[in-house]
T-cell receptor
């Protein structure tokens, strides 16, 4: 079983729509969680960290559900510029050689159309 | 604000040739990573270095070697390139364990092996 699983999409939504992505992780002891954004042929860039209490950054809201081992990202009022691939990222926090590693989901592709 | 710098950006190799991908970061990070990204596969960890002088294998280490030359630099070497190593390679660094585990990426190296 992969460390991180994501629905690959694609999601095609009109401008102004609300869209949500989910991601599940396999290790219940995982420590840190992130959402990254990757534009076509570019490097991944940190969008936001995900905290247990949930956090919001403008139109973006991230939630963590430890009991069910999933992470979500909600984008409100979608813009054309939100079109990208969104990557769910988990740090398992094992002891030993895997400590500090980051595991990436395969990404969810979003296209926002006018 | 260079962040993570990778060279070269593009490379074409013939099967059996060798090459070294260079990576340097100026954020005083302890941890550095090499990933490869293939269509439909997401980012897969090749090697990881938690500190100067230490390296660990990731998910797909076969056919690669790495060197953590100093705190700033982490190189990836292909000793005998194969077509299966055609991919986009990303170097990343993070502040773990002193700071957060979020990673910052270089712009990538697009490698084609013919």
């Amino acid at each position: 079983r992969k460390e991180v699983e994501q629905d690959p999409g694609p999601f095609n939504v009109p401008e102004g729509a609300t869209v949500a992505f989910n991601c599940t992780y396999s290790n219940s002891a995982s420590q840190s969680f992130f959402w990254y954004r990757q534009d076509c042929r570019k490097e991944p860039k940190l969008l936001m960290s995900v905290y247990s209490s949930g956090n919001e950054d403008g139109r973006f809201t991230a939630q963590l559900n430890r009991a069910s081992q999933y992470i979500s990202l909600l984008i409100r009022d979608s813009k054309l510029s939100d079109s990208a691939t969104y990557l769910c990222v988990v740090n398992p926090g094992y002891r030993g050689s895997t400590l500090g590693r980051l595991y990436f989901g395969r990404g969810t592709q979003l296209t926002v159309w006018p | 604000n260079a962040g993570v710098t990778q060279t070269p950006k593009f490379q074409v190799l013939k099967t059996g040739q060798s090459m070294t991908l260079q990576c340097a970061q100026d954020m005083n990070h302890n941890s550095m990573y090499w990933y490869r990204q293939d269509p439909g596969m997401g980012l897969r960890l090749i090697y990881y270095s938690a500190s100067e002088g230490t390296t660990d294998k990731g998910e797909v280490p076969n056919g690669y070697n790495v060197s953590r030359l100093n705190k700033r630099e982490f190189s990836l070497r292909l000793e005998s390139a194969a077509p299966s190593q055609t991919s986009v390679y990303f170097c990343a660094s993070s502040g773990w364990p002193d700071r957060g585990t979020e990673a910052f990426f270089g712009q990538g190296t697009r490698l084609t092996v013919v």
